[in-house]
């Protein structure tokens, strides 16, 4: 009997401190303040090339972060950033069509930017896959520095193997999520992303791709 309330408590004892800890998660900047420590400051500059990182397809069009990286990786385009624009990303798993890459280089061909100024890298599923196609076709132009548009929490984790490919990178992220996070729908979004990049960051250093 005794050991069995001595389980109760220390189940009753998990239970609060979980409660603790997601409330503290959702209705706190706790995780706003850890993903900046976690951001890389953006750092806009010339360079000879824009790279948008894949971000995903769903049912043959982009996912919403894919189009958000689009988008901003045609602005620095248009903006006179670099003279050529790297779109990666690999086909749908589930359902045929054409890759990420291709349905981001129609787009920007519908918005101006010429063919000829348009890289396309989609045999990828890794962000080191990525950084390594990516700086070999660079280096035909070529090419040694880039602007690298991805996500603001996965920044630092690819601009270690994209220089670790030999690509001066240059920080040009796609969102701004920890200073944006004020719901607690958005801060537990945070948090899990946090947790994931920490994670993806710790491992590409023990296995030295980092």
């Not at 303040?33 to 806009?44: F, Q």
């Not at 193997?161 to 537990?188: I, N, W």
């Amino acid at each position: 009997m005794r050991n069995l309330q001595r389980w109760m408590s220390g189940f009753r004892w998990l239970g609060s401190a979980a409660s603790a800890a997601f409330t503290a998660a959702v209705f706190t900047p706790g995780w706003n303040a850890t993903g900046e420590r976690l951001a890389v400051t953006t750092m806009l500059g010339a360079a000879d090339a824009i790279v948008v990182r894949g971000a995903g397809i769903m049912d043959g069009a982009l996912a919403d972060e894919s189009l958000r990286r689009t988008i901003y990786g045609m602005e620095l385009y248009k903006r006179g950033m670099a003279p050529t624009i790297v779109f990666a990303g690999p086909p749908s798993r589930r359902v045929s069509g054409p890759s990420e890459a291709e349905i981001r280089k129609q787009i920007a061909l519908r918005m101006g930017i010429p063919e000829d100024r348009i890289i396309t890298v989609s045999r990828v599923l890794t962000t080191r896959e990525e950084s390594q196609q990516i700086a070999a076709e660079l280096k035909k132009i070529p090419a040694t520095t880039i602007l690298l548009v991805t996500e603001t929490l996965h920044m630092r984790r690819a601009m270690a193997v994209f220089e670790r490919a030999g690509l001066k990178t240059f920080p040009a992220p796609s969102d701004d999520l920890p200073r944006v996070a004020v719901s607690p729908p958005q801060r537990l979004t945070l948090m899990w992303r946090v947790l994931v990049q920490t994670g993806g960051l710790f491992y590409y250093w023990l296995v030295g791709y980092a």
